[in-house]
Nanobody, 128 residues
Framework: QVQLVESGGGSVQAGGSLILSCAAS????????MGWFRQVPGKEREAVSGISVTGYTTQYADSVKDRFIISRDNAKKIIYLEMNSLRPEDTAVYYCAAAQDSRITAAQLMDIRKYDAWGQGTQVTVSS
């Protein structure tokens, strides 16, 4: 079982940037697809971005495409979410997650049901 710890959240003005990190531990990281999700109070958790085991395949929600970049360093067991041109609507708690089924497809990278390990979340607040 992989354990995940997010960091890098904070407050930023609209148009600014933040980089979230997610440190993983456990053997299953090596065959886990990874994702970032976010949630605001009263709404369902939504997929932001996903990345395959190798890092070669990535997926993004339309709302963050061309602004956010997901990446992973398998040697260090860390995944990143670089967030640029931030908007107030990006305000949420951001969660890192692992899908420990190595058979997950590219299309399933954004399917929350495939993720079975979660971090505790980190708050991102974007002010206008």
């Amino acid at each position: 079982q992989v354990q995940l710890v997010e960091s890098g959240g904070g407050s930023v003005q609209a148009g600014g940037s933040l980089i979230l990190s997610c440190a993983a531990s456990g053997r299953s990281f090596g065959y886990s697809s990874m994702g970032w999700f976010r949630q605001v109070p009263g709404k369902e958790r939504e997929a932001v971005s996903g990345i395959s085991v190798t890092g070669y395949t990535t997926q993004y929600a339309d709302s963050v495409k061309d602004r956010f970049i997901i990446s992973r360093d398998n040697a260090k067991k860390i995944i990143y979410l670089e967030m640029n041109s931030l908007r107030p609507e990006d305000t949420a708690v951001y969660y890192c997650a692992a899908a420990q089924d190595s058979r997950i497809t590219a299309a399933q990278l954004m399917d929350i049901r495939k993720y079975d390990a979660w971090g505790q979340g980190t708050q991102v607040t974007v002010s206008s």
